[in-house]
Each structure stands twice: as C-alpha cells, then as structure tokens.
C-alpha cells in the first residue's frame, strides 16, 4: 500500500488528503500537525474548519484510510510520498518585511523530512511558494547525505475556499512540475497515478518545477487583478451612472473574456491573493523588473483604494459623521460558505469605521466572536501563524463592537447596514421588520450587491450598491 504524509493539516491540506483517501481507497494517508488542538479537532465531529461537503468526505474514510495525528516524525518516516502544506505568511521583519514569503513553516517542514527519513521519498510542495523554492528545498533535505534520495514534485493547489470539495472532486486542472531528469519525470508519472483515480488524464499537466511554481502565483495574480479591474470600474461606474452589472455582464459575454469573476465587491479578501500578489511584485523586484513589480503592486493598490472608498460613502452619506452611531456588520468572512475571515475586507471597512467611532454590532453565521475580536485587534500579517501560537480569546476587546446572533438582533437601532459577505440569508431576511427596528433615515451600504436595493428603496431605504447609480 503507497503510503502518504501530509505536513499541515490547515485548509488545503485537511480537504485536499480527505479527497485523495476518499478517492484513492488502495492509497493510506496520514494528515500530520504540530497543532494538537487542531488534530483533535479533525478527530472530532467538530471539524476545524468549514467547507460544504468536508464532513461527509472525512466521516466516509477516517479510521479506514484516512487519519489525522500529531505524530509528524513517524508519519513521516513511513511514507513513500510527503506533501507540504504549511502556512507561507507574509515576512513582518527583516529583509522582504510586508512581500517576501516567510519559508520558516516550510524550512522546518523540510528539516524534519531530512532528519527523519530512512528510505527515498518523493516530496510535494502543496504551499503556494515563491518560484524557484524547490532548489532551496532540495538542499535542505540532502545536506545530512544520508545517501537518501529525495524528488521534489511542484503540486500547486487552486482550490477555492466555500467550494473546496467541489473543486478538487473536478478540478479544472492538477499541476504537477518536476525535474527533466529520468527520475523527475519517474516521480511525476508516481504522482500522477494517485490523481489518476478519479482526473482525467488530459487534466493533468505536467511541467518543469520552476513554471508550476510560478504558474500558482500567476494564476492567483490573474483572478485577483480581474476583481481589482472591475472594482476600478465601479468607482468609474458610480461617478457616470453606468451599473458595474450591466457591464460585467456585456464585457462577460465576449467569449475571450468570460463571464466568471467579474463580480464587483468592497474588495477582495482570503489568506492568498494579496499575500501571493506580495510575493510576485518581490520576486519582480529581486529579479531587477520594478515596472513589473510595479504593475501587480497596483492591484492590491485598488483594492486598498475600494475597501476606504467603501468607508468614506459610509460616513460621508450618514451626514459626515458616524460617531456613536450604531451600524449593522451583516458578515464577516472573506465570502459565503465559509468562516475563514483571513484577510477579509470586513476588518479594514470595521477599522475605518471605528477609526470614525462608530459603534459596530457585527453577525456572521460562521464566524465567532472570539475570532471577530482577534481579527480587530490583530497586526497586519500577524494572523497567518500556527493557530496554536494565537490566544485562545483575544486577551483585550474592542470596546465600540458586539457581536449579534442574528441579523435583525445586529440591526436594531441602526443606522446604517453594511453587507460586507454575500451569504443567501441576507437576500432573504424580512428587510421591512429591520427597516421599522432602525433609526431613520435608515441606510444600506451593499458592499456585495447582494439586495434588491429597489425594492428596498420601496421600504424607505437609503440604499447605496457597489458600481450602481444612486
Ligand atoms: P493553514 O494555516 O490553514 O494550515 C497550515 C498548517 O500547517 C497549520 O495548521 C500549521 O499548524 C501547520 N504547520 C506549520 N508548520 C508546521 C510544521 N513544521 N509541521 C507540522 N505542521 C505545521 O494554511 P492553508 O490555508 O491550508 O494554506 C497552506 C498553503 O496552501 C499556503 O501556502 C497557502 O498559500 C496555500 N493555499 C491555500 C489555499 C486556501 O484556500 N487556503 C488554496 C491554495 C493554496
Ligand atoms: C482563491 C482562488 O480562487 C483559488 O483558485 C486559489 O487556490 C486560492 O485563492 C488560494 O490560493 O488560496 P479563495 O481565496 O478561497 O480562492 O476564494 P475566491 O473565490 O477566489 O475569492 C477571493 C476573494 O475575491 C473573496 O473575497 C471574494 O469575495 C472576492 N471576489 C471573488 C470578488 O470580489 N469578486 C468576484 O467576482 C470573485
């Protein structure tokens, strides 16, 4: 039986091994952590992250195939395949502070692999790394030369969150990049193989490590930059009286651009986008290409400028001023079908509001208070660490926020609302018994246009939607 380690039981790699057991039933995987708390909870009914569908995919193979543990040393001595799939935060200090990728996580990912290692293994880096990683890596593992042989593979992972089991049951494509080499390409095909059981063959590409590494912050970079243009045509949209819907939707339909992502929003969110867009416009810059550099930079530059766009039509619409009035946060997480608040826009727009001394009454159906706190208190970058090294509480509170249990305990008394995720519910709630529980003028800031702002408007609304005319 093919034996597989999984270092990093987080997001991608929890979802991504309970696939790989569910679909490959001849293969034993083994998904270890340092995290215990987030080991035990993968061992629970309480899984530690939520993703439509994940339950039922780690309930079908867990104790058969499947198993999580805190054991790093002996999962990994026993497999013939190691994935990687730690955390890659953003450097907060030193050289590349606020771009560079921090390869901590990953670099004692790798010393363990060599330290423990007894026979050959293939090495997979699932992390999103900066291009040209595998060549760090692979001195790492041989620097005890051992005489053990280790192929690194480049295995980017293109999973959204919210859509997680989706994606991998039918991916768009699996990337694999390995050496040229007779027995890079040996490692590729071994690979290969365990994508085989359920990927069409002509989904799986095959490249040199140096472009599949490159191709997941390319990719990332792409997605990213379409949100930021639409964004960018929004503001335009606004200040004209064109509706951003009407025109993703007429450029949507030329064939060469496509309707996908073209949703206009307060801005983009989740652990990567920026974080990898940081770490192109870094490796543009150590590779002596500022205007390149300079050209990606400007994609998270817009979607800064469409978060305090967002904040200044809070404020300046509810006559200049929001202090001490009270505005409804309807979600938090970075989009619906999730609770991951990583980088969601949600913390700058409830920073810049406080900033103004609003009073905040935040509901998310997913997210807790606990991690509402955290994530207003916490320093930029500073969230993308081992769970286990951040509080269990936030030790302090901000005073100005509560959380409410539902939308309409979050609304009472408002004054303004700010539709910061798109979950279904908030299309759905009875808008007229929130209107009659709120301070009048009553506002609606849909930072998703997710409501139908006319037949609110109808209510007595004062509604404001991204890229639409007032
Ligand atoms: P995560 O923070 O949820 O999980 C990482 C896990 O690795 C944590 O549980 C941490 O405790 C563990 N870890 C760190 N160092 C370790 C070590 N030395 N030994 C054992 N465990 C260790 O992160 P994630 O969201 O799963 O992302 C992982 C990687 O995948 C990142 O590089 C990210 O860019 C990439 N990625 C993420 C997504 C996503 O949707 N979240 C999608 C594609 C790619
Ligand atoms: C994104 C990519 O879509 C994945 O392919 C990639 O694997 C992943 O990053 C990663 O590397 O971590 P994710 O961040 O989970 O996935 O979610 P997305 O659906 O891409 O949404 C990202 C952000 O963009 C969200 O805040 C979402 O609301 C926003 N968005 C998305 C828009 O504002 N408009 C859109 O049209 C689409």
Known sequence: MVKICCIGAGYVGGPTMAVIALKCPDIE??????????????????????EPGLDDVVKQCRGKNLFFSTDVEKHVAEADIVFVSVNTPTKTQGLGAGKAADLTYWESAARTIADVSKSDKIVVEKSTVPVKTAEAIEKILTHNSKGIKFQILSNPEFLAEGTAIE????PDRVLIGGRETPEGQKAIQSLKSVYAHWVPEDRILTTNLWSAELSKLA?????????SSVNAMSALCEATGADVAEVSYAIGKDSRIGPKFLNASVGFGGSCFQKDILNLVYICECNGLPEVAEYWKQVIKINDHQKSRFVNRVVSSMFNTVSQKKIAILGFAFKKDTGDTRETPAIDVCK????DKAVLSIYDPQVTEDQIQRDLIMKKFDWDHPLHLQPKSPKSSVKQVSIAWDAYEATKGAHGICILTEWEEFKTIDYKKIYDSMQKPAFVFDGRNVVNAEALREIGFIVYSIGKPL
Request: charged share 15%; aromatic share 10%.
């Open 352 to 355: 810049g509001l406080l900033g």
């Open 219 to 227: 990719a990332n970079a792409f997605l990213a930059q379409r949100i």
């Open 167 to 170: 994606d991998l049951f039918q």
């Open 29 to 50: 995987v083994v998904v270890v952590d340092i995290s215990e708390p987030r080991i035990a909870a993968w061992n629970s009914d309480q899984l530690p992250i939520y």
